[in-house]
C-alpha cells in the first residue's frame, strides 16, 4: 500500500485547512486509516483514525471537535478537515494505513503498517 498525503501550507490561527491521503496499492487490505504529527522536537502524536468499513472515529482530546476525519472509499482517499487552528497544531502531518484487525481503532504509531510522505501545517499567531 502506498500513501500520498497533500494539502498542508501556511495558515493563520483560527484559519482552516483540509488534508488529503491517497491510498494506492493493495487497498482492499486495509482496516484503519490515521492521522499523526510531529511538531520540531517532539514524539510522533497521534491526532485521528477511521475504520474503513463502517466509518468508526477516534480523535486525541487536543483536536476534538476541531478536527474532523472522513474517507471515500470509492477514491481510497481519507481526509482531515482542520479548523480553528492553533499555533500549537504546527507539525508535519503523515497520513497512516493499518492491515491488522482489532476492537479499537490505534492510537499507537507502532500498530500502523504504511506510513506517507507528511505535509507540513504552519499555524501562524
Known amino acids: 500500500v502506498q500513501l500520498q498525503a497533500s494539502g498542508g501550507g501556511l495558515v493563520q490561527a483560527g484559519g482552516s485547512l483540509r488534508l488529503s491521503c491517497a491510498a494506492s496499492?493493495?487497498?482492499?487490505?486495509?482496516?484503519?486509516m490515521g492521522w499523526f504529527r510531529q511538531a520540531p522536537g517532539k514524539e510522533r502524536e497521534f491526532v485521528a483514525a477511521?475504520?474503513?468499513?463502517?466509518?468508526?472515529?477516534a480523535y486525541a482530546d487536543s483536536v476534538k471537535g476541531r478536527f474532523t476525519i472522513s474517507r471515500d472509499n470509492a477514491k481510497s482517499t481519507e481526509y482531515l478537515q482542520m479548523n480553528s487552528l492553533k499555533p500549537e497544531d504546527t507539525a508535519v502531518y503523515y497520513c497512516?494505513?493499518?492491515?491488522?484487525?482489532?476492537?479499537?481503532?490505534?492510537?499507537?504509531?507502532?500498530?500502523?503498517?504504511?506510513w506517507g510522505q507528511g505535509t507540513l501545517v504552519t499555524v501562524s499567531s
Open positions: 497512516t494505513a493499518r492491515r491488522t484487525y482489532s476492537t479499537s481503532l490505534a492510537r499507537d504509531f507502532h500498530e500502523y503498517d504504511f
Open positions: 496499492g493493495r487497498t482492499f487490505s486495509i482496516f484503519d
Open positions: 477511521i475504520r474503513w468499513s463502517g466509518g468508526t472515529t
